[in-house]
Structures are given as structure tokens and as C-alpha cells.
């Protein structure tokens, strides 16, 4: 992608900044905690506009409860889920560092529901490895796992207790043929298809473990992500493709193309919502190396 | 302690959803189905067709002229199709309803007048809605026809009132705006056995509608509050006016997603989604009332005993084709029909 057709995406991701330093969902919608932090995270990593980005974090932060969770919306506690795409953004800038360590509290005190998992259960999985889930109260699964995982290693608690075991639940949930999906296996005996998104995401999550899996324990997964088949153009699974391949320095050739030909696809789609448009920008901007997503300018 | 009505809903959200379907039949037109009194029948029709290569459209547009469906319902609305892109795999095409269908459906209304054609849907555990279309072949129809899509999953929300009662979601539901947007929703299913729930038809298909930033990918807030109990809930709020089944080529044994194909060569139609699943389960040779959702449904969301159902085109009994069943799968248990008589 050209150095001009960049600048074309970063323009349309700023249009997208309200007065108040929040990002619209899309063009012309209303503000929502996920795409003011990945557009927070993607201008940052940019290294552009930098009151943008300060305007973004301090949004989110208003958005931040006393308990530390950044929820969808105030009426929605339970989806809790941005919680760690805040602490992304939050990270670069010292004088966010509080609202970070609060939010990481209140994570690792708020696991996915586990139960012991009883000899005549349907799904193949250890149910009492924990992780984190979409929505509080419910089981752990692969992405928010990972999203966790990533966002605690990035502020330092890579070697938490908690992290350990969301390691160890993803390797579980890892597919017997390579890959991963939103967290099943097996479900009544039948092996369960794999997602690039999901695959690039637990790829991503594993590589912040300071006893990270050997590759010859991920070797399918990586296989099976670098593989034509996966070599989508659209934009969350080009992302995290790219994320995830390159974490482990496993990337073909060209493993970026994909997300710049997802970019340039918005002629086929229609402008993409603003959390795909910025993460595409943020896996371009990194040359798909996530940890430089949160490195201080 | 609230009281049980005898399908398990408690008077309160019995009287919730009465007053609901009151305001519907107020409005008159397609909100007539509403609530359906215990007489006249409900009207399904059963189409075969023997492949995706058949005239879609002259089927669907024949289903719509026997529900009594005309161009002066349409004319002017908004349409919002909502097919089942569960998980699509490329070459599967027997896990999600085909393009095919989807756009046929879009054709017809827009034929008779629709203001516009929307399709829209929530994967229920992917996230890439994108690669969902992608991958299931629907982005090229979309394309041709210039129809536009919503992703359920991550647009906008609002709060509405549980019009239901049944599960432990409690007094409201999260909604996607889009279904707020249309005048018309659609369900268009694909007819699948299920091994959660029995059988997935134009009332489970309305999980997709859930948005996955409330109730997470996979919707494991609806799990967790009885997926049979969310099922009629979600159907006792959304309503849809129309019931479309896409049984040319179906899925038995484990299904939603890992079942086999199985050709049945039918579409179902009706107005009524409990009439309609009740219709399919028998041409899959499934008993309808030994399904927990679809008995509970019975007499408060439409009726599924066949002396309800005025069946127009096809005799459901004259294309059964019994959908095989999973003996360890707790779900499929003692679901079969007696065969016919005769």
C-alpha cells in the first residue's frame, strides 16, 4: 500500500473523532468504547495526531466505572469486554498508567465461569481452565482470552498466575487439526472447524508467556493460518493473521498484503466499521508486530 | 412467587406479550399474525424444488400470493431478511441458508414494492461478518443486487421490552437497531436438525438476531439462560411477520454446523414461525410437539398441531423425508414421527 493510500484510511479513521474525543462505531453513528480505543491505538501507533489520541484516551476514560471495567455501555455492565482494548490505549500515555492497573484488577479478580468438567460432557474441552469471557458471568473463551492476555502482558503481568492458566486453556482449546475457533473443540465427538481471527488472535496471546509454548506445539496452527486458504482480504481476519504469523516469525512472504487489499476492499463493503478499519491500520502501521502497538512515542 | 401458565410463562409475561400482540393487531396488515386466536387455521405452504437452480423466485412469489400476501402489504416497506450464516465453511453449503434463496427472497419484495432490502445477521461465533459472507457466497449476490448488509452482531443496540418471559433474561432484551428500522423482518432459515435444541428452523435462526456485543460470540448469555426458554422469548419480542425455510438442501444428524446434507427438495413459508418449524419438523419426520420449544410455543406464539395448519402447496406427509437423528444426543431424543398411515 502506498504511503498515500495510508494516509486516505487514516483520514477516514479521524473523521470518525467526536468533539469529545470518542469515535463513532461508523460514519455518522454514535460513539462506542471498542472503536474509540482500537482508532486510539491505531493513530498511536501511526504516530499521528497525538491530540486525537490523548482526546481518545481521556473518553475512555469517562466511560471507565469505579470498579475499573470499561463496559459497552453504562447500561450494559456486564459486557465488559472493551475492558482490555482501554488498557491498549491507556498504555503508551504515564498518566493513564492508574485507570490501567485499575482495570487489570478488576480483570483478573472477573474469569469466565468454570466448572469441573463431568465424564459425560458433550464438548471435549477442560472446563475449569480459566480464562476470560465476552460477558461477564458466562465461560471463558478464545478471543477475550487472548485480549486479556495481551493487554495484561503489555502492562507488565505477563507472569501473573492467572495468565499461566489462559495460556494453558487456550493450548486446550487449540484444534487437534491446527487452529483455533470461538473456544470449542469437540462437541459430541465431531473435531470443530478453525477461524483465521480466532487462530491469529491465541497465536498472538501465547507469544506474551515468559514460558512461551515451544513452535512445535502451535506448528499446525501456524501451518494452517499461513496457508492460502486463510489468506483473506477482509479485515479481522487479515489482521490477526498478520498479528499472529509474525509473532511467531512465521509469515510468509507478503503476510501484510492481505490486510492492505482488505483496506482497499471498503469499494466492494462500503466504509468498514470503525474497530476494523483502525486494527487493519494499527497491523500495517506495526508491520504486524503487536507488541509496538503500546510502545511509548 | 409470579404465576406459571401452564407453557411455563408466568401470567405477568402472558400479559406482557397479550398487550404486545394487542398493539400489533391494532396495526392491522402483516401485524395480524400476531397472536393468533384459536380459529380460523394458520396458512403454511410447502414448495418442492429440486435444487438451487429452480425458479426461486417464482416459488417464493407463488408462497406469497397463497399466504395472501400482495403487493399493497409491501409496497413502501422495508424489508430486513434475516438469513442463517451460522458458521459457514466454503463448499458446505448445507450449514447456512443459500444465497440463492436469499436473494431470490430479495427480489420478490422488492417485485412487489419494498422500499428496500436489507439483509442482516449475527453469526453466532464468527466475528469477521465480512469473511461470513465471503465464505458463504452470499457477498456476490449481495453485490449483484446492490442489497445492503447489516452485522447484528456489532451495530448498534437499544433496550426493548422481554416480551416473553420464559428465560432468565430478564425484563428487557438488547436489540439490534436494524430490526427497529424495518417494517417487515423475515426469517430465513435453513432446516437443520440441532443438537441443543432438536431442530433449528425460523425460530432458532432468531438467535443471529441477539448482538454478539451483549450476549458474546458464541451467544453464551443465551445458553446460560436456557436456550429453549430463549428461543420463544426472543421470537415473543421480534416477531417476525414472515417465515421462510430454505429445505432444498437440509442438514441431519449433528447439526447446526458438523450434521451431513440431506436433499429434501422443499421451501416453507407462512406467516406464523411456530406453524411454519411445526410444518418442517414433520417433513423431516419430526414430531413437532416432542420438540420443547415448539410445545411451549403452542397456542401463545401460533399453533404446530396439524389440525391448526392449513397446508397449501404440498402435502407435508407426500415430501417427508425423515432427517436422520442422533441416538447420544440427548436433544434428538424420541423426536421421531410415526410414520404415515397409508
Known amino acids: 500500500m502506498t504511503p498515500r493510500a495510508l494516509d486516505l484510511h487514516r483520514d477516514a479513521l479521524l473523521a470518525r473523532a467526536l468533539p469529545d474525543g470518542s469515535f463513532v462505531l461508523a460514519p455518522g453513528g454514535q460513539a462506542r468504547p471498542e472503536a474509540t480505543a482500537w482508532a486510539a491505538v491505531a493513530l498511536h501507533t501511526l504516530g499521528t495526531a497525538p491530540e486525537a489520541v490523548a482526546a481518545a484516551r481521556t473518553a475512555l476514560a469517562r466511560l471507565q466505572r469505579p470498579d475499573g471495567s470499561v463496559p459497552l455501555a453504562p447500561e450494559c455492565p456486564e459486557a465488559a469486554w472493551p475492558t482490555p482494548l482501554a488498557i491498549l490505549a491507556w498504555l503508551p500515555d504515564p498518566d493513564f498508567r492508574g485507570r490501567a492497573e485499575a482495570a487489570a484488577a478488576w480483570l483478573l479478580g472477573h474469569p469466565g465461569r468454570h466448572w469441573t468438567k463431568t465424564p459425560d460432557s458433550p464438548s471435549d474441552h ?26 495484561l502482558a503489555a502492562l507488565g503481568q505477563a507472569g501473573a498466575p492467572e495468565l499461566a492458566e489462559a495460556g494453558r486453556m487456550l493450548l486446550d482449546r487449540q484444534l487437534p487439526a491446527g487452529g483455533w475457533n470461538y473456544g470449542n473443540t469437540r462437541v459430541f465427538n465431531h473435531e470443530l472447524l478453525p477461524i483465521p481471527e480466532s487462530t491469529g488472535l491465541a497465536l498472538t496471546a501465547l507469544t506474551v508467556l515468559p514460558e512461551r509454548p515451544g513452535k512445535e506445539v502451535v506448528a499446525r496452527s501456524l501451518a494452517s493460518l499461513a496457508g492460502p486458504t486463510n489468506a483473506v482480504a477482509t479485515p479481522l481476519a487479515a489482521t490477526w493473521r498478520a498479528f499472529g504469523l509474525t509473532a511467531w516469525e512465521a509469515g510468509p512472504p507478503g503476510t501484510l498484503e492481505p490486510v492492505a487489499r482488505a483496506l482497499d476492499r471498503q469499494t466492494r463493503y462500503g466504509p468498514y466499521d470503525t474497530p476494523l478499519l483502525a486494527q487493519a ?5 506495526s508491520g504486524g508486530r503487536f507488541a509496538d502497538l503500546t510502545r511509548r512515542a | 412467587m409470579p404465576t406459571p401458565h401452564p407453557s411455563g410463562l408466568t401470567r405477568r409475561a402472558a400479559l406482557k406479550l397479550a398487550a404486545g400482540a394487542g398493539l400489533a393487531l391494532a396495526a392491522g396488515g402483516f401485524g395480524c399474525n400476531r397472536l393468533p386466536s384459536p380459529e380460523p387455521k394458520t396458512a403454511v405452504f410447502v414448495a418442492k424444488a429440486a435444487s438451487y437452480q429452480a425458479d426461486l423466485r417464482d416459488i417464493l412469489g407463488r408462497g406469497l400470493a397463497e399466504l395472501g400476501i400482495t403487493a399493497r402489504d409491501i409496497a413502501g416497506k422495508r424489508v430486513l431478511l434475516k438469513p442463517n450464516l451460522v458458521e459457514p465453511q466454503a463448499g458446505a453449503g448445507h450449514i447456512n441458508t443459500h444465497p440463492l434463496v436469499i436473494g431470490a427472497a430479495a427480489a420478490v419484495f422488492l417485485s412487489l414494492g419494498a422500499a428496500s432490502v436489507t439483509v442482516a445477521e449475527g453469526a453466532g461465533h464468527r466475528r469477521d461478518a465480512l469473511l461470513v459472507l465471503e465464505t458463504s457466497g452470499l457477498a456476490d449476490v449481495l453485490v449483484d443486487a446492490k442489497l445492503p448488509f447489516r452485522d447484528l452482531n456489532t451495530g448498534p443496540v437499544h433496550k426493548a421490552a422481554n416480551l416473553g418471559g420464559w428465560s432468565r433474561l430478564g425484563e428487557t432484551l438488547w436489540l439490534p437497531d436494524a430490526l427497529g428500522q424495518a417494517d417487515l423482518v423475515v426469517s430465513v432459515a435453513k432446516m437443520k436438525t ?15 438476531v441477539m448482538p454478539g456485543v451483549v450476549y458474546g ?12 426458554p430463549s428461543i420463544l422469548d426472543i421470537n415473543a419480542t421480534v416477531r417476525p411477520e414472515l417465515a421462510i425455510v430454505d429445505g432444498i438442501v437440509g442438514m441431519e444428524g449433528d447439526g447446526p454446523i458438523m450434521g451431513e446434507p440431506v436433499a429434501a427438495g422443499v421451501l416453507v413459508m407462512g ?8 410444518t418442517c419438523c414433520r417433513i423431516m419426520g419430526i414430531d413437532p410437539a416432542a ?8 397456542g401463545i406464539l401460533g399453533p404446530i398441531a396439524a389440525g391448526r395448519i392449513e397446508q397449501r402447496g404440498e402435502d407435508p406427509a407426500a415430501v417427508r423425508h425423515d ?17 404415515s398411515p397409508g
Open chain 2, 271 to 278: 406467516r406464523v414461525p411456530a406453524a411454519v418449524d411445526a
Open chain 1, 281 to 285: 491500520l494499527a497491523a500495517l502501521a
Open chain 2, 291 to 298: 420438540v420443547g420449544y415448539l410445545r411451549r410455543a403452542d
Open chain 2, 217 to 228: 460470540w458464541p451467544k453464551n448469555v443465551l445458553h446460560f439462560a436456557g436456550i429453549e
Open chain 2, 194 to 208: 440441532h443438537h441443543w435444541a432438536g431442530v433449528t428452523l425460523s425460530m432458532k435462526n432468531l438467535f443471529g
Open chain 1, 126 to 151: 477442560d472446563t475449569s481452565l480459566k480464562g476470560w469471557p465476552w460477558i461477564e458471568g458466562t465461560h471463558s473463551w478464545v478471543e477475550p482470552t487472548a485480549q486479556v492476555m495481551l493487554s
Open chain 2, 323 to 339: 432427517f436422520a437423528l442422533l441416538d447420544f444426543v440427548p436433544a434428538h431424543k424420541d423426536l421421531r414421527l410415526p410414520p
